[in-house]
């Protein structure tokens, strides 16, 4: 067994005395944040975070309804940043699968939509808290202090660098390599991505199963090799903003510098996909005759739009499912290794792409 990581390791690692360390661990003030950030990734480096904190052990079963277990509940934290809330069409959905799963055994639930990491534990008692499931994006300071606090914890869609916790995610990459090769093969191989890269870790993997695709449809043909990277680098990785309104302009800039029209676009999400849409026909560009366009979602919106799109299936209320078994598992196995748990999902195949397959299944 690999011998703990103390604090004074790390202070020797990085020159520092250990009442720095610790300060910096802490969460309290005395550092400044240059030091605090050292001090951090050193920890994260050197396996610091990986160590089991001081855990809530949960020893009966957490399904049980007696009055002492009901008097617990899971706590989840849904910071409202990004339009990560409960009335989003998609973290709403998660949220569902979350309260479905929690009420069916019996477990109650709170909400917090806390953004301060400074206010977070004086919000939390953690005596009547069974664990805690994040939604969405999480600062790594609000991870810390929930660590502090021994709070098992499971994530839904987001992972951290520095603090490795359980995490719930669809089967990103794979989804979108699997779109990817399907346009290539029946003829759409101009085919860019639209979405900011650097959003989400679950667009940054969409974004890694196009390229891998592109790169392996091309490479299989020698003399079409030249052609890869035009395309990629001709995608738009840096767009900003979360609704449709948002993207508008950007799109109508970026279409505006293209010298060639691509055969089709993968875009990160439905609400992008959407906006590009929309610009689309405004130039008169016809989808899907003259190029397919694909989200990732499958938000209501996607198939009520005039013209209904293709799309890939995300389980919402199956995320939220999986991460209370995951969290009350975790309750029971404090010593398990971390988890990375991926949901399958479906491609929905629909008017915004020329794609004609037996195998499709058109959805309204």
């Given at each position: 067994?690999?011998?703990?990581?103390?604090?004074?390791?790390?202070?020797?690692?990085?020159?520092?005395?250990?009442?720095?360390?610790?300060?910096?661990?802490?969460?309290?003030?005395?550092v400044s944040e240059a030091t605090k950030e050292r001090?951090?990734?050193?920890?994260?480096?050197?396996?610091?975070?990986?160590?089991?904190?001081?855990?809530?052990?949960?020893?009966?079963?957490?399904?049980?309804?007696?009055?002492?277990?009901?008097?617990?509940?899971?706590?989840?934290?849904?910071?409202?940043?990004?339009?990560?809330?409960?009335?989003?069409?998609?973290?709403?959905?998660?949220?569902?699968?979350?309260?479905?799963?929690?009420?069916?055994?019996?477990?109650?639930?709170?909400?917090?939509?806390?953004?301060?990491?400074?206010?977070?534990?004086?919000?939390?008692?953690?005596?009547?808290?069974?664990?805690?499931?994040?939604?969405?994006?999480?600062?790594?300071?609000?991870?810390?202090?929930?660590?502090?606090?021994?709070?098992?914890?499971?994530?839904?869609?987001?992972?951290?660098?520095?603090?490795?916790?359980?995490?719930?995610?669809?089967?990103?990459?794979?989804?979108?390599?699997?779109?990817?090769?399907?346009?290539?093969?029946?003829?759409?191989?101009?085919?860019?991505?639209?979405?900011?890269?650097?959003?989400?870790?679950?667009?940054?993997?969409?974004?890694?199963?196009?390229?891998?695709?592109?790169?392996?449809?091309?490479?299989?043909?020698?003399?079409?090799?030249?052609?890869?990277?035009?395309?990629?680098?001709?995608?738009?990785?840096?767009?900003?903003?979360?609704?449709?309104?948002?993207?508008?302009?950007?799109?109508?800039?970026?279409?505006?510098?293209?010298?060639?029209?691509?055969?089709?676009?993968?875009?990160?999400?439905?609400?992008?996909?959407?906006?590009?849409?929309?610009?689309?026909?405004?130039?008169?560009?016809?989808?899907?005759?003259?190029?397919?366009?694909?989200?990732?979602?499958?938000?209501?919106?996607?198939?009520?739009?005039?013209?209904?799109?293709?799309?890939?299936?995300?389980?919402?209320?199956?995320?939220?499912?999986?991460?209370?078994?995951?969290?009350?598992?975790?309750?029971?196995?404090?010593?398990?290794?971390?988890?990375?748990?991926?949901?399958?999902?479906?491609?929905?195949?629909?008017?915004s792409t020329s794609l004609k397959l037996?195998?499709?299944?058109?959805?309204?």
């Amino acid at each position: 067994m690999a011998k703990k990581v103390t604090m004074q390791q790390i202070a020797n690692y990085l020159g520092v005395s250990k009442f720095v360390v610790s300060k910096a661990l802490s969460g309290k003030g005395g550092v400044s944040e240059a030091t605090k950030e050292r001090v951090l990734d050193a920890a994260a480096q050197l396996g610091y975070f990986a160590q089991r904190p001081v855990s809530k052990q949960i020893k009966s079963d957490p399904r049980r309804t007696d009055s002492s277990s009901s008097k617990q509940s899971v706590l989840v934290l849904m910071p409202n940043i990004r339009f990560q809330t409960k009335e989003s069409l998609y973290w709403g959905r998660i949220l569902d699968g979350i309260s479905a799963e929690l009420q069916k055994r019996d477990i109650g639930m709170a909400i917090l939509s806390e953004q301060n990491a400074e206010r977070l534990t004086g919000l939390i008692n953690p005596d009547g808290i069974m664990g805690m499931i994040g939604v969405g994006e999480i600062s790594s300071a609000m991870l810390l202090d929930i660590r502090r606090l021994g709070i098992s914890m499971v994530l839904v869609d987001h992972e951290d660098d520095l603090i490795p916790l359980d995490s719930i995610f669809v089967d990103n990459f794979e989804a979108v390599h699997r779109l990817t090769k399907q346009l290539l093969t029946t003829g759409r191989e101009d085919i860019a991505f639209l979405g900011n890269i650097h959003f989400s870790r679950s667009f940054y993997d969409r974004y890694l199963g196009y390229r891998a695709a592109v790169e392996a449809h091309y490479y299989a043909k020698p003399e079409h090799r030249a052609q890869i990277y035009p395309w990629l680098e001709r995608s738009l990785l840096t767009l900003e903003g979360y609704e449709r309104a948002h993207f508008t302009e950007q799109i109508k800039q970026w279409l505006i510098q293209l010298k060639q029209l691509p055969t089709a676009i993968i875009c990160a999400n439905d609400t992008i996909a959407l906006s590009l849409m929309d610009v689309l026909k405004e130039r008169g560009i016809d989808v899907p005759e003259q190029l397919s366009i694909t989200g990732f979602d499958n938000i209501e919106d996607s198939y009520t739009n005039e013209l209904p799109l293709t799309t890939v299936h995300v389980p919402k209320e199956m995320l939220g499912k999986k991460a209370v078994e995951r969290l009350l598992n975790r309750l029971q196995h404090q010593d398990e290794p971390i988890v990375k748990l991926l949901v399958k999902s479906e491609i929905i195949y629909r008017e915004s792409t020329s794609l004609k397959l037996d195998t499709a299944k058109m959805h309204q």
